[in-house]
């Protein structure tokens, strides 16, 4: 499967600081998923960015995608309690099947203190 | 109905018994997938299910033996697991769309097994 790396493996931050993990691979992707599990609970998908260049955002969370669609990033402004969880990004290369195989990346880990 | 379910939500066993995952979709959604999570890693897949017939087998060992009985049913049947296969057991469902992009996949609560 498509291999990446995710840093930082650990984010520890006070709440209403932003937050910011990399997904970062040395192929070319064809499209890249954010998910998000809850400590105890399931990943749940968050958005899939297709295009180079692309930017999404969700309220608070702001969604990338390189140039060059090596790399993505995920952004939380002023975080809140809950938010922590592990956000995992999960990448398909240029040649990936139709139906999905996913490769997720390590995960970051935030922790979020009142 | 957005919802996989899995059964059962917690599993102990022992290394001779044989026991079977479930789990349920109603979304219509023609791909089924396992998935093995041990704490604090990512998911790791271990089998996809296309059109009710196994389409990738992620080199699983045969004491997991995965089961699609029709387009809303996944089981994973386990027979003489070892301890290192506790593990949190996710099961997640796709539509399977063809053309550009990747199908959404939407997770089960998973199933945490101990074996011991």
């Known amino acids: 499967g498509q291999q990446v790396m995710q840093i930082p493996q650990y984010q520890h931050v006070q709440e209403g600081e932003d937050f910011t993990t990399y997904c970062n691979s040395s192929?070319?992707?064809?499209?890249i998923q954010w998910y998000k599990q809850r400590p105890g609970g399931h990943p749940v998908f968050l958005i899939q960015?297709?295009?180079?260049?692309e930017v999404k955002k969700q309220k608070r969370l702001t969604f990338q995608f390189g140039e060059a669609k090596k790399n993505s990033s995920l952004h939380i402004t002023a975080t809140q309690t809950t938010d922590v969880g592990t956000y995992f990004c999960a990448p398909a290369n240029a040649g990936g099947t139709s139906y999905g195989k996913l490769t997720f990346g390590q995960g970051t880990i935030l922790t979020v203190h009142p | 109905d957005t919802e996989v379910t899995q059964t059962p939500k917690h599993l102990v066993m022992g290394m001779t018994n044989k026991k079977s995952l479930k789990c349920e979709q109603h979304?219509?959604?023609?791909?089924m997938y396992w998935y093995k999570q041990k704490a604090k890693k990512p998911p790791e897949l271990m089998f996809v299910?296309?059109?009710?017939?196994?389409?990738i087998n992620e080199s699983v060992p045969s004491r997991f033996s995965p089961e699609c009985p029709n387009s809303s049913l996944l089981n994973l049947h386990l027979h003489a697991l070892q301890p290192e296969d506790s593990a949190l057991y996710l099961c997640?469902?796709?539509?399977?769309?063809?053309?550009?992009?990747?199908?959404?996949?939407?997770f089960g609560p998973g199933t945490r097994l101990t074996v011991l």
């Open positions: 299910y296309s059109y009710e017939k196994l389409s």
């Open positions: 192929t070319t992707l064809s499209n």
């Open positions: 960015l297709v295009k180079s260049g």
């Open positions: 997640a469902s796709s539509r399977l769309i063809a053309g550009a992009g990747t199908d959404t996949q939407y």
């Open positions: 979304m219509g959604h023609r791909a």
